[in-house]
Each structure stands twice: as C-alpha cells, then as structure tokens.
C-alpha cells in the first residue's frame, strides 16, 4: 500500500464542528433581528433547512451557482414570512451572524496537539470553500494560523467540489494523488471529487444541511477528526 505523505482538509465540520456553533450563531442572529416576534426559532429553522435542502440540489443539478445559495435561501425563508429582503439585508444578516461565530470559536487544545504533532511527519494543507477573509478569522480564533498551506476559493477563484480545486492543489504543492488523503464532512464537495482524482479519503461522519446518503455511504469515515488523527498510523 502507498504511503500516506500528504494531507488535504476541509475546514468546516472537519477541523471543529462548525454545525453546533452555526446553529448557535443562527438563533443569536435570528433573535438580534427580531423574527422570533413572527416565528418560534425552531419552527424559522425547518422551514430555512428545507428551503436549503431544496435549493443545494439545485446547485449540485447546475440550476444555481453555489456563491448566490446563502442569499436566496435566507430571502425565500422570510418571504414565508411577509419579510422582504434585500441582497443588502441579507449581507447585513450575515455579517451579523459571523461576528457570533468567532465570537463562539475556541481552540481544542487536543486536535491542536495532534496537528502540531502531525506537520513534523506529513504535508499540512487546508482546501475550503468560503470568504478569504471569514476562513483566515476562523483559523486564528482556532489557534491555526499559519500551520497549514491554505487553498481557499474565495481566493483561488476555483471552489469544491470543480476537480480544478483539488489539481490546483496537487500541481502547486507537486502532491502524488495515491500518496493524497482528503478529509472532509461532504461526500459531494469533499470525497466523490478527490476519489475520482485517485486520492484517498476520509469522511468525517457529520451531517449538516447536505449529505442524506450518509448512511449508506460504505468507503473509510470517522465520527470525527480526532478518531481520524487516532486511526492515521495504521492507514
């Protein structure tokens, strides 16, 4: 079997668990702005998480460009409501909701441990969709900065799951695939790109707004990184 020499990871629900603390930060937002004057949180979030359900199979068909899913997911949601938003408004929204977010980000001092550990041993490197600037934040709040190469779209111009993203990381950092393992949450972003480019994979078992066929997926996943980080040597 092929050594593993080099290491891509996802960010989001890969390095920490972005879910629990987007759910957080969503309430928060929600609360901020007054909607639970017009809906209980619970009931705006199954309606939000539907119309997002409904909208990512569009993107995955083609119909939409991911970069415009968080705009049109939160206007048809309050539009449900009687509340029409601006592309403004939902920037507004959004930026709000961020600030909640690092404000919720803490280190894990374990998976920190693990990935200092690991960068003596193997080619540290991030591939992520997202906003240059929100990525950067989220690694500093991690305690992160600066240990891995970073490969974000917002800054590439190329984003997952378009195979370029992943050969624009093999061909600049001179990467083997079968010596490659991605890990990620996303079977469509993360794992179904990588495996048809010959890398190895890691799913990291943690359904969000995305991957129904979880359950049946069969190939390498872990409950989490640290499992992950426990399991390496014997890959």
Known sequence: MTKIKNLIFDLDNTLYDFSDIWKKSNKLVFEYLEYNKLIN????????????NKLVKEVVQGKLRLIELRNKR????????GVELSNEDCKFYYDKQFEFILALIEPDEEVNMWIDKLKEKYNMIILTNGKSQEQRLKLKKLGLEGVFKLYISGETHISKPKEGAFINVLESEELLPEETMMIGDSLYHDIKPAKKLGLKTCLIEKKWHFDDELAAYTGYKVKDI?????ELDKL
């Open 74 to 81: 939160l206007k048809l949601t309050l539009t449900k409501l």
């Open 226 to 230: 640290k499992q992950f980080f426990t």
């Open 41 to 52: 949180y619970d009931d705006f979030f199954k309606l939000y998480k539907s119309i997002n």
